[in-house]
């Protein structure tokens, strides 16, 4: 079994990889794939954090037991949804970038734009 310091390491590893990615890449493509990154370890974050043993599914019977909480759940399948559709969205842009560019270069394309 993994120890919980050492997963909140691994999370907190996979958002900055992200986070560095977004900063650090100049091709498009690869700050998509870096805003995806860094958008999985914000969701595994809300996942460790919502995370605590002991706890049953909420399942409707007459015993009083520490049930876990199911709203989390819910924020972090619409987050998974709605990051999703951002980058397809974002997708579409860079499609519609490259038709009129011959690279996804950020630098070129701003070179192009001024000119």
């Known amino acids: ?36 990154v860094m958008s999985t370890g914000v969701v595994a974050t809300y996942v460790l954090v919502a995370a605590r043993g002991g706890l049953l599914t909420p399942i409707a019977t ?7 909480d199911p709203v989390p ?19 579409v842009g860079v499609m519609k970038l490259a038709r009129d560019n011959p690279t996804l270069e950020t630098s070129e394309i701003e070179k192009n734009i001024t000119s």
């Open 1 to 36: 079994m993994v120890s919980a310091p050492l997963l909140e390491a691994c999370v907190f590893a996979t958002v900055l990889l992200g986070f560095f990615g977004l900063l650090l890449k100049s091709n498009l493509m690869m700050k998509i794939i870096s805003m995806d």
């Open 73 to 91: 759940q819910a924020v972090i399948l619409t987050a998974i949804v709605i990051g999703f559709s951002i980058q397809a969205l974002m997708l």
């Open 62 to 68: 007459s015993a009083d037991r520490a049930y876990a």
